[in-house]
């Protein structure tokens, strides 16, 4: 079956998954899931969003106390998951929503840089970003953050506790065509989407990422003959077949193959 899953301020929460949250949609093994996501938090969104679907009121969704400040979609129920589980969940479309993207650079105590906050613009006909200087870039949509709930018991100022499942993975290959693993630790999975990228750096850009609002459509399948603690991913570029995901990785890939 399909579903369509809008950037509505009542299917979006802030930050990681979280097994309190109520479900806005619940959907059945096998079935496909188009979801809308947005990006940019009040301080770097444009004035005028008409171009995306549902614009959103930013003061309509609250972030609870030391959230990670990005607007995921979710989450889903897939009915007959339990944990143990593993979520199979193949990527089949991404699409850029906006024809716009942000950029943040944030001073760090290994660089002496400004703060600087680019908006670039996108073309969706050619699939480029126009960036300020004059280089074009071409894009490779991708999501942040894919992923389920966490155990109910998970400590979110310990980040190694939460490798069993995803959160911001910033993994410029998890775009069309991959497929992620995910165990599952609650009933239903609860799973969520968001943080879009238009463009993610693979070291050779002059920006980290260009951040943006995405659709991408999603195949669920519940599968019970793996057994995983930690999720994995399979990408059509990778030079083996999967990968680990470190799901908590500072921006960047975060990943090594095996």
Known sequence: MEHYLTSTPDHLHWGLGDDRLNPVIRIASGDRVTIETLSAEPDEALDHV?????PHGYSDTLAPHAAAPRLLTGPIHIEGAEPGDVLEVHVLDVRLRSDWGWNMRAPTSAASLDFCCRHVPLDRTRNIAHLPWG??????????????????????????????FSGRIDNRDLGVGCTAYLPVFVAGA?????????????????????????AGTFEFHIR????????????ASASVGSSIVNTHAPQGRGRRTN
């Open 135 to 164: 280089r074009e870039l071409r894009l490779s949509p991708c999501f942040g953050n894919l992923g389920v709930a966490p155990p109910a018991n998970w400590d979110p100022r310990k980040p190694n506790e939460a490798n069993g």
């Open 224 to 235: 019970r003959n793996l057994h995983l603690a930690t999720p994995r991913v399979e990408t």
């Open 190 to 214: 609860l799973f969520s989407a968001g943080h879009g990228h238009a463009l993610l750096d693979d070291g050779n850009a002059q920006l980290s990422a260009i951040e943006t609002a995405l």
């Open 50 to 54: 008409s171009d995306l679907v549902e």
